[in-house]
């Protein structure tokens, strides 16, 4: 028996509407702002450059502690300068009033609102220029723009490091004082000094509430050697690997990372250990 043919069946394709995609990319940009935090600010003075702002904040900290450095594009502002803020307020009234009490140092003190942007400094209320750097001499050797700047790392857990940059004001260091501290910040916007002279840290790698990362803690024949310090989710050391670098997880609380080792040439040689992390406070 033979089964009649069936009719051939037009198979088509659904071309993508780009009115619809649209609609989809408005609707999330809507949505994003919708969800950005608006605060008022009580603004002060701004700079271009860090240096200089840098040096007209360092006054206003005598009798203003509690204010900071922002960038004016972590507000949505198409151009971005650096801006010194008083105080920070979520409705206008408490505002007001901060900008009467910050006008005795600041007589043209004003108040703005800022679309805070999520994941930035504003948002965690911290300076963007250390009050430190106002401090720094104008003829100050190895010292670039960026290294003005402190730094902002999200962890995937939600909490943040922090990459402070600042001065210390010791003439015979090496370095022209050249510092970085490492500010863990969790997710109650508590904040933990974790290391205050970490050189060049590295980006932290996160488990369970531990948190690892490397520093530059010296040379050995010539050769750069490091660190790798490990946290618990309170900010307590754990403990230092010294003379290692490029930590990973190689299981549950297990660090790997690789060894430096010079050799009798004076080369460093690498070999990858494992190391058992101590039991701390975990993120609950």
């Not at 701004?46 to 972590?74: C, H, M, N, W």
Request: net charge positive.
């Amino acid at each position: 028996m033979i089964t009649p043919a069936q009719p051939a069946v037009k198979r088509t394709t659904r071309k993508s509407r780009p009115g619809a995609l649209a609609v989809l990319v408005l609707f999330l940009t809507l949505a994003s702002h919708v969800h950005a935090e608006r605060v008022w600010i009580v603004a002060g003075p701004s700079d271009p450059s860090v240096s200089g702002i840098a040096k007209k904040a360092e006054p206003l900290y005598r009798s203003v502690p509690d204010g900071f450095v922002i960038q004016t594009a972590d507000c949505g502002d198409k151009q971005n300068v650096f801006m010194w803020v008083g105080a920070t307020a979520n409705a206008d009234k408490p505002a007001l009033a901060a900008r009467l009490r910050i006008r005795q140092t600041v007589p043209d003190a004003y108040m703005r609102l800022c679309d805070v942007r999520p994941g930035s400094l504003v948002a965690l209320r911290m300076s963007v220029v250390d009050r430190s750097i106002g401090l720094l001499p104008d003829n100050a050797a190895n010292w670039e723009a960026g290294d003005r700047l402190s730094l902002l790392r999200p962890l995937p857990d939600g909490r943040s490091l922090v990459i402070v940059r600042y001065f210390a004001n010791d003439p015979s260091d090496p370095f022209g004082g050249k510092r970085e501290r490492v500010v863990l910040v969790n997710r109650g916007g508590k904040r933990v000094a974790l290391d205050n002279d970490c050189v060049n840290p590295s980006d932290a790698i996160a488990q369970h509430g531990y948190v690892a990362f490397e520093c530059v803690r010296g040379l050995a024949s010539d050769n750069v050697v490091h660190g790798v310090a490990v946290f618990d989710d309170s900010g307590a050391k754990l403990f230092e690997a010294s003379r290692c670098r490029d930590p990973k997880w190689a299981g549950e609380r297990v660090l790997a990372c690789d060894s430096e080792v010079v050799d009798a040439n004076g080369q460093l040689q690498f070999r990858r250990k494992r190391i058992a992390v101590p039991g701390g406070r975990e993120l609950m």
